[in-house]
């Protein structure tokens, strides 16, 4: 079975401190995501990695950065968060190729005060 | 672009009756890939199916089903006689062939099921 978990359940962190999230993936997927999950907008792709060291921008990027040093790790870091991006941060891996299922972690449900 | 479309946000239905969600997708892609996937109340969402652009058959898996059809865009799902554990949020999704693999998510259905 595939798993992808996350460092952390829930978190609760102030303004304007630097955040980092973990994501750990045990598939040898190439593939990687961070959404974030908002009542009404869905998920939306903050970033992707397709390789190690490698990433793309997705939809909404601002505010966050990610780091992907090992295959089955994916990181993404608020560097100084704020109130907005209080909110679920779901984590997905997938094999290469089009038309792949993800595979998701249980999320972390973020709260900046 | 593309875009998912899901117009129920929440639907409340009484055990064992049937419940279909919809999905409305656009894309100008020929090949594309749609996906249902559920998020019960734990929070992991839940790969259910995959569609390519290519076959438009139904398919039936146990009490679920899905409805593919591309003169209309749509991709339903379908539980026959549903239950309190089918209660959970869905959400239809779609990939396009080109660029990475983003995938566009629609807005969820909140599916409660009344014991």
């Known amino acids: 079975d595939v798993k992808v978990t996350q460092s952390s359940r829930y978190l609760v962190k102030r303004t304007g401190e630097k955040v980092f999230l973990e994501c750990v993936q045990d598939?040898?997927?190439?593939?990687m995501f961070w959404y974030r999950q908002d009542p009404g907008l869905g998920l939306r792709l903050i970033y992707f990695?397709?390789?190690?060291?490698?990433?793309e921008k997705g939809d909404i990027p601002e505010g966050y950065s990610v780091s992907r040093e090992k295959k089955e790790r994916f990181s993404l870091i608020l560097e100084s968060a704020s109130t907005n991006q209080t909110s679920m941060y779901l984590c997905?891996?997938?094999?290469?190729?089009?038309?792949?299922?993800?595979?998701f972690g249980p999320g972390t449900r973020l709260t900046v005060l | 672009a593309q875009k998912v479309t899901q117009a129920q946000t929440e639907i409340s239905v009484v055990e064992k009756e049937d419940v279909t969600l919809d999905c409305v997708y656009e894309t100008r892609d020929t090949t594309y890939y749609l996906f249902w996937y559920k998020q019960p109340p734990s929070g992991e969402l839940v790969f259910l199916i995959r569609r390519n652009s290519f076959d438009e058959q139904n398919e039936i898996s146990g009490r679920y089903s899905w409805n593919f059809q591309k003169s209309t865009s749509s991709f339903n799902f379908t539980i026959t006689a549903s239950q309190v554990v089918d209660s959970a949020v869905y959400f239809c999704?779609?990939?396009?062939?080109?660029?990475?693999?983003?995938?566009?998510f629609g807005t969820g259905t909140k599916l409660q099921v009344i014991p």
């Open positions: 598939m040898d997927h190439e593939n």
């Open positions: 990695s397709y390789d190690v060291k490698m990433k």
């Open positions: 997905a891996s997938s094999y290469s190729g089009r038309g792949n299922e993800q595979f």
């Open positions: 999704a779609l990939s396009v062939s080109g660029g990475y693999q983003k995938v566009t």
